[in-house]
């Protein structure tokens, strides 16, 4: 197991050394973020990217994300440009020895929160979803107020897209994601890249959107598009843990043994109610999953991929991009790390 820190590039208020400085984490996961979605990346801007991390002491492990474009995700006529340009990030981020890719086949909105800044109990802040104050949101209507994404889209566009979404239901938008799996797998295959689809944040419909990648059934449809190891999943804990149904541990081992576990996020999640949770601190007393759980089935299946600290909350007077800030995901590092610790020499004694 990589313990990796997500980092936002220059712009972020996190930077590269005070990563470094957090015990355990020798990765990063990050991405080329000025270039329109859709377009090629150039090697240069990778080699770029790769080169200023190296020089911080870390190694760029993961890319999140290549997002994949809306016309793709539509089936429009024009995917097939989109997705050679696809392709050929793939290429350049090979070239460049980057093995995992991490995306997300959501429409339209990734991540959804009704509130970024909810304070917990000890005065932390916390990004939270209540499925009631998302249901009356309506994200078409002037007074837009959809935390993280209300400056994200002109609301013609926002308009016109969920226009476009009309006539696209679950199996629709499975035949679109089939129709990107089979296209983009052989050449990452080629480039010797990995890929990873983040599951659905949270995995249910939002907004009348479909949603389709938010259990163990629908993970495995998944991997059956493209039987390969190229073709696998980034499991993350808060994101299909908002679901009391998903049994976390049960699909890393299920799918770790399958060797289709390429990147994991690992973060807790206080289920509040139906359909509506908290973003908790790392540990298991602190929400609704037993982390330890989780880390003994990533040793399980002996898992040598890369795992980060998810969200964490704002605390003790940090500011900065909302569930990315720099010290509770730390604390998060090192508990993660702890536990893997403890659990690996556990077990090695049991063995003697
Ligand atoms: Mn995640």
């Not at 799918?255 to 576990?261: D, I, L």
Request: glycine share 10%; with cysteine; aromatic share 10%.
């Amino acid at each position: 197991m990589q313990m990796t820190f997500r980092w936002y590039g220059d712009d972020d208020p996190v930077k590269l050394w005070q990563i470094r400085q957090i015990p355990g984490v020798t990765g990063i996961v990050s991405a080329v973020y000025d270039i329109p979605v859709g377009e090629e990346w150039p090697l240069e801007l990778i080699l770029e990217l790769k080169g200023k991390i190296e020089a911080a002491g870390l190694q760029l492990s993961v890319i999140e994300s290549v997002p994949v474009h809306e016309h793709i995700k539509l089936g429009l006529p024009g995917r097939d440009r989109l997705i050679e340009n696809y392709r050929r990030t793939l290429r350049n981020l090979g070239q460049a020895g980057i093995g995992i890719v991490c995306y997300n086949f959501m429409p339209v909105f990734d991540w959804t929160r009704s509130q970024l800044d909810y304070e917990l109990e000890d005065g932390s802040t916390a990004l939270i979803y209540e499925e009631e104050v998302v249901r009356r949101m309506n994200p078409l209507t002037g007074e837009l107020q959809l935390p993280g994404w209300d400056s994200s889209y002109r609301k013609e566009d926002l308009q016109l897209l969920f226009e476009q979404y009309a006539p696209v239901h679950e199996e629709k938008l499975w035949d679109n994601l089939s129709y990107f799996v089979k296209a983009i797998m052989p050449a990452a295959e080629e480039a010797g890249v990995r890929m990873a689809i983040h599951p659905d944040d949270p995995p249910w419909p939002i907004f009348g959107l479909p949603r389709i990648i938010t259990d163990e059934a629908a993970l495995d449809r998944f991997l059956r598009l493209y039987d390969s190891p190229v073709n696998g999943l980034c499991l993350c804990s808060g994101s299909l843990g908002a679901n009391p149904a998903n049994d976390f541990p049960a699909m890393v081992r299920r799918f770790g043994r399958e060797s289709r576990v390429n990147f994991v996020h690992a973060r807790n999640v206080k289920i509040t109610g139906e359909r509506s949770f908290e973003e908790s601190a790392h540990l298991s007393s602190a929400g609704s999953l037993d982390m330890a759980e989780i880390i003994r089935a990533l040793r399980d299946i002996d898992y040598a991929g890369p795992i980060r600290p998810d969200h964490g909350r704002m605390i003790w007077g940090e500011t900065g991009k909302p569930g990315y800030g720099l010290y509770d995901r730390a604390l998060g590092a090192v508990y993660l790390n702890g536990m893997w610790e403890a659990i690996g020499k556990e077990r090695a004694a049991g063995q003697q």
